[in-house]
């Protein structure tokens, strides 16, 4: 007798296991490369100011000569504007996945994916290494270069959560999507060592390395993803999984395919199962996009969305301003900094993919995500009083990002595809890449805004104000997802007081 375990294993293909690792590294190496711009933030603080005021070199003689090559007149405002930067890149990102989300469910969402990674990566080199080498610095070149990066990284989240979901059906979605997610967790590792491994040959190195990772990985995607189960005869049940096309001489054909059959007929998918039409029959209508607005209005989009704004605030204020935050702090070296921020992400990784294992067998999301969140503020206040010691600062990030990372992985990646496939949608329209922008872009609106408070809470009132501010977000993101938990737990119970009867 086989165990649960291999029995869930079964059901999937070497095709799964492909489309997991492509759309798992494919987003690896984009996060890598945002990662690395705030890796480096140090580097390019001092850079874009003169050298009498960051102590790099002798100062410049005479004065004017810095200002030629300089942005700024000393260190504060080269950190507000790395702030109006991350604002910038944050919202540009919010509206491109507003808009990338619909245009995934009506393209190939290969096409999508690999423009977005291939795009994003020229933008990077760009930004970070060519005008390094040129020594061009420019405010407005920056601004628009930045914009451009948001928009195009924004094909990327939606489309590899929606050949996810393609991929894998609703049983066990928590606990695949859980390990998946880690994706962005696993780029931020990555991009910190790149990042810390290189820096001693100047930040444009850095960039260089990230971009060109990335250029190649959007290569790969193009060429060797495949978006759906149908294109290689598979048809994906409602909740289990996959079944096999029918056995016959054409069944290890792509079901999409530019060759029309000699004998005029083609495979269409059928209660789980591929069979052959005929040629002259009725062709089966294809699922439509679902609508924006209609998209917005599903049970559980908006509220979700908000929560995830909240939510997204905290985890990318992390994300962009924890080296800094460990630099500046507690005097600790820049490339120290950077390994020891790799811990909060270990945590988002270990916990999102224990969170949704938990959710799986709960069968309900919100009242994990509820308890992880009120954990997560006494993690928040536990980490605001850290000591200068590096390893107890270690551990303390790495609890904060299970309790944070660990919600954020799963709102983003699983509870968006179970939104995307809710009953009401199932077998008459597409939705996930949609939903998917929908929830994501809501929260990079909020971590958008997010990123322009710290840095002016922090100018004003210090950092400890900050951390105030992170936890009075996580507490608003259970208040949002309030009435989802209270119709979870209600749903939980019932279902255990008729279990109880039935014994």
């Not at 929606?162 to 696993?186: E, I, P, Q, Y």
């Not at 308890?371 to 928040?380: C, D, T």
């Not at 100018?459 to 992170?470: D, E, I």
Request: include cysteine.
């Amino acid at each position: 007798m086989s165990s649960p375990c291999c029995g869930f294993l079964a059901q999937y293909t070497h095709h799964h296991l492909v489309a997991f690792l492509l759309t798992f590294f494919s987003y690896v190496l984009l996060h890598a490369s945002r990662k690395t711009f705030s890796n480096v933030k140090v580097s390019i603080s001092a850079q874009w100011t003169p050298s009498v005021q960051n102590a790099s070199s002798p100062a410049f003689s005479p004065g004017e000569t810095w200002e030629e090559n300089n942005l700024f007149a000393d260190s504060d405002g080269a950190t507000l504007f790395l702030g109006v930067l991350d604002t910038i890149f944050l919202f540009s990102y919010a509206v491109g996945l507003y808009m990338s989300g619909v245009i995934g469910d009506r393209m190939n969402l290969r096409y999508v994916l690999s423009f977005g990674l291939c795009g994003s990566a020229i933008v990077e080199f760009v930004f970070g290494t060519l005008t390094e080498w040129l020594q061009f610095y420019n405010i407005y070149l920056y601004c628009g270069l930045w914009v451009l990066n948001g928009l195009l990284q924004s094909a990327v989240w939606p489309c590899v959560v929606a050949v996810m979901g393609n991929w894998f059906g609703k049983s066990g979605r928590g606990f695949v999507f859980g390990l998946w997610s880690a994706c962005a967790s696993v780029g931020n590792i990555l991009g910190a060592f790149l990042a810390s491994s290189v820096l001693k040959y100047g930040y444009e190195y850095a960039f260089l390395v990230t971009s060109v990772l990335q250029f190649a990985g959007g290569v790969v995607v193009f060429f060797g993803l495949l978006t759906s189960p149908k294109e290689v005869g598979l048809c994906l049940e409602s909740e289990t999984g996959l079944r096999p096309v029918e056995k016959d001489a054409d069944s290890h054909r792509p079901l999409m395919s530019d060759e029309e059959d000699e004998e005029g007929s083609e495979e269409v998918c059928d209660g789980g199962y591929y069979t052959i039409r005929q040629g002259d029959e009725e062709p089966r209508e294809t699922p439509k996009a679902i609508g924006f607005c209609q998209a917005f209005c599903l049970p559980g989009v908006l509220p979700y969305s908000l929560a995830y704004a909240c939510l997204k605030l905290v985890n990318y204020s992390f994300f962009f301003w924890l080296p800094f935050y460990l630099s500046r702090n507690f005097g600790w070296k820049e490339a120290q900094a950077d390994r020891l921020s790799v811990w909060y992400d270990v945590g988002g990784i270990i916990g999102g993919t224990i969170q949704g294992l938990i959710s799986d067998f709960m069968g309900k999301r919100a009242p994990v995500l509820a308890v992880s969140l009120l954990l997560a503020m006494g993690a928040l206040v536990g980490y605001s009083h850290s000591p200068p010691d590096q390893v107890v600062n270690a551990a303390l990030l790495a609890t904060t990002g299970f309790f944070i990372g660990g919600p954020s992985n799963m709102i983003s990646s699983a509870i968006s595809a179970d939104l995307g496939r809710q009953e009401a949608l199932r077998g008459s329209q597409e939705a996930l890449a949609t939903v998917t922008g929908i929830v994501d872009g809501t929260g990079s609106i909020g971590a958008a805004a997010g990123q322009y408070l710290v840095s002016v809470i922090e100018s004003k009132l210090g950092w400890m104000f900050v951390f105030y501010f992170f936890i009075v977000m996580t507490g608003c993101s259970i208040v949002f997802i309030l009435p989802l938990i209270v119709t979870e737990i209600r749903a939980m119970w019932r279902e255990r007081r008729a279990r109880a009867q039935e014994l």
